[in-house]
Each structure stands twice: as C-alpha cells, then as structure tokens.
C-alpha cells in the first residue's frame, strides 16, 4: 500500500494561506515587481531596440518657462538664480518665472532688485499651497513647454536641452527628469537614506520607462506640454504625481530622462524626514482614490499593471501586510507544533520553516531597532540602516491616514529642513 505523502506547503488553514499570500505582495512589491520589470524590459528589446530622438538645431528649438514655485526661499533665490542661467540653452529661449504666493521673507525683493530683467515674479499676498499656485501661475505662460522645479534643487547644465530632446517624440506629453540626493560623509541617517532610497525609485523609474511609461514625475524636475496641463483640485498633496498621471491617462508617455537631473540635501535629520514621508504617503493615498478610474486594466492595460505595481500597492495593502506576517509567523509557529492532528513528520517540517522565517523576522526588527538607535545618535551604519529605514517608511504610511484627516481641504504643508 503506497504510503501517503504530505507536501510541507500543503495549505493546513487560512492562517497559512494569508501568511503565504502577504509574504508574496511584500517580496512582489518591493523586490519582486523590479525583477519582473527588468525582464520584460530584456524581452521587449530583444524584439525592438530603442528609438533616439535628436535634439533640433537651435534655431529650431522651441521656447521654455522654467517655472519655479516658491514660499519663503530668500536664502535660496541667489543660488537658484545663477544655476538657472548658467543652464545649457539659448538664453532668449528660457523664461524663468518664480510664483510666490504667501511669500513673507525677502524672496520678492531680491528677486526684484539683483534678478530684475531675467526672471518674473507672480506673486499674490494669499497661501493657498503649491497646487493653487502652480494653477495660478499656469494661466499666465504662453510657451509649449513648462519645466517645473523647486527653488532648493539645483539642475544640471544639460537638463533643459535633455528634456527638450525627450520632446521630440510626439507620443510624450510630460518628461520626468531624475532626482538625486547630494550625501556628504557627514551627513546623517536621513540623507543617507533618502539618497538609498532615491538611487532604487530611479532605476525603477527608468525600466519603467523602457517597458512603456515612466509612472509619475518628481517635482524637483519634470516637464509637460502646456497644452496638456490641467487644473488640479487645490488641496492636491502629490501635484506633480497627479498632474503627470492624469497625462498619462490620455494617452501620451512620461519619459523617464536621466540626463536631466536635480540636485537637493537630504532631510537634516529623521524627524524632518518623518515629514517628507507623512505628506508623500498621505498624498499617496489621496491620488489612489483621485485616480482611481487608473486601477482598470482593462481601459488602461500596461500602465495600469505598472501603476498598481509600483505606485499602489506601497501605498496601501502592502504596509498593512508587511506589518501583519510578524503576527501571523508567530501564530503558525505555535500552531505548527502543537497541532496534533495532523501527521507529526509533516508539521515538524513545517514548524522548522516557520521557525526559520519567525527568527529572520525578529532578527530584521532587531537589526532596525539598532538603526535607530545608532541614527538618534547621528551614527551611519548600511547594515543597520536599511532596514531601520525600510520600516521607518512603511511605518508613515500609517501616519499619512492621520495626516490626510488633518490637512483635508488645503494644499498647504510645512516644508521639512535641509541638511
């Protein structure tokens, strides 16, 4: 009589199956979706290669605002400036614009006396947030090509031509320049993560790209064709995400140009990048529900598939369940050796994996907890770093429920301090 085998990963309750089913959208989100992206994009380039689009002569390239939106930047005007004009396009061909609703400092003043002449100034006594303003502000360019950027971020000699040239192609309605983080040996754990960080979102941005589109912009550097800018409802949190999907959503590509770059600092320590990371995850979650019609595959194919994979799913399910397998680890551990129904054999093999896995849970915590300790006291260590600043991250995302409560109805928000 053959005997009867019993597989290890036989699924003996639901506690299983939810483990198994939260472990896999955890590995999928943040390291599995990269993978697969990586060989789609092998395979689809098997079969066509990339086209190149040629930047125009310059008699034929076409005017740029370079739209900057600002509220109380004076120690940043001079700097912004003298990067602005030292960039690598005709100078007649690049209108700089500074909006500066709000504005309480000196910002106007200096930007009306030292930059009289190369730069306009659109300025309204009333805060309203960056949305409101960049609304505002957008009424008054007549060029066909807006580049926004932030006062703080200084760009690269080349952006301007590069995101001109991603142009060129007639499928691309908005251009997502890269965003880079300036770390200095000194600097503490929240630049040095915010720079880790960063380096992922944009090899993850560039495959993107490659495979179909990029899926969002960052708003220190990225490009749309004025024709194609919408108005946003004033308390959008996540302007330049919103703005550059909603672009996406009819039609046309975001080009991912990593020869368009700006620089910034990273955070000046971890509570003003605690922040940074509430407002992005709170904005997160209000664009998931404001984009919503963006979640059917069926209308929306491929950059559906990407935007649920790189965008929604860190924003929503995923924490909840990252957060979840530790409970749930320790259940079936308990579970897995007492259990005396089930064949013995079985359930030791079993219990050892969940065992296995239980200890390289505990033991990711531990090593996060250590992270914190050595950042409170502005000591870097990688090993413990990353994953202190991986659930650093995912802890905010719960932050940004509250903070989505607190902020509903306004646009405006406390900028976090640079290092």
């Known amino acids: ?120 100034v659109l300025y309204q006594p009333e805060r309203r947030g960056k949305t409101a303003a960049m609304t505002r502000g957008m009424k008054q360019i007549e060029t066909p090509i807006v580049i926004f950027t932030d006062a703080n971020t200084m760009l690269n000699r080349e952006a301007v031509s590069e995101m001109v040239r991603a142009f060129e192609n007639p499928k691309v309605g908005c251009v997502a320049g890269e965003k880079r983080i300036a770390v200095q040996t000194h600097d503490g754990a929240a630049a040095g993560g915010e720079g880790l960080y960063w380096r992922y979102e944009s090899t993850l941005k560039a495959l993107d790209a490659r495979l179909y589109s990029a899926v969002g912009a960052a708003g220190e550097l990225f490009a749309v064709r004025c024709e194609l800018f919408e108005e946003m409802e004033h308390d959008t949190l996540l302007d330049d995400f919103v703005l550059s999907l909603r672009i996406a959503m009819k039609g046309h590509l975001i080009a991912y140009c990593s020869g368009a770059y700006a620089v910034e600092s990273g955070s000046a320590d971890m509570r003003e990048e605690e922040k940074r990371k509430v407002r992005i995850a709170a904005g997160g979650l209000q664009s998931v529900w404001r984009l919503r019609e963006l979640l059917n595959p069926l209308r929306y194919g491929v950059l559906s598939f990407q935007y649920v994979s790189h965008r929604v799913l860190r924003w929503s399910v995923t924490p909840v369940l990252l957060f979840a397998l530790l409970p749930l680890n320790v259940a079936l551990v308990v579970m897995g050796w007492a259990n005396a129904d089930a064949p013995a054999a079985v359930f030791r093999e079993a219990g050892t994996l969940y065992t296995i896995l239980l200890a390289a849970q505990v033991m990711f915590y531990l090593m996060g907890a250590r992270g914190y300790y050595l950042s409170s006291r502005l000591l870097k260590n990688t090993y413990f770093f990353i994953p202190y600043y991986f659930l650093f991250m995912n802890i905010n995302v719960f932050k940004g429920i509250g903070y989505l409560r607190r902020k509903k109805g306004t646009g405006t928000w406390e900028r976090a301090k640079r290092a």
């Open 1 to 120: 009589m053959t005997p009867t085998t019993y597989p290890i990963f036989q699924p003996y309750s639901i506690l299983e199956l939810l483990f198994w089913a939260a472990l896999f959208v955890v590995f999928y989100t943040y390291i599995g979706y990269g993978l697969l992206l990586y060989l789609l994009v092998k395979l689809k380039e098997a079969f066509r290669k990339p086209t190149t689009w040629e930047l125009p002569p310059s008699e034929a390239l076409p005017h740029v605002t370079l739209f900057i939106t600002a509220y109380n930047e004076e120690e940043e005007v001079d700097r912004k400036m003298e990067n602005a004009l030292a960039l690598d396009y005709p100078r007649e061909k690049l209108h700089i614009v500074w909006v500066t609703d709000g504005t309480t400092d000196g910002t106007n003043q200096r930007l009306n006396t030292r930059w009289a002449g190369d730069a306009t």
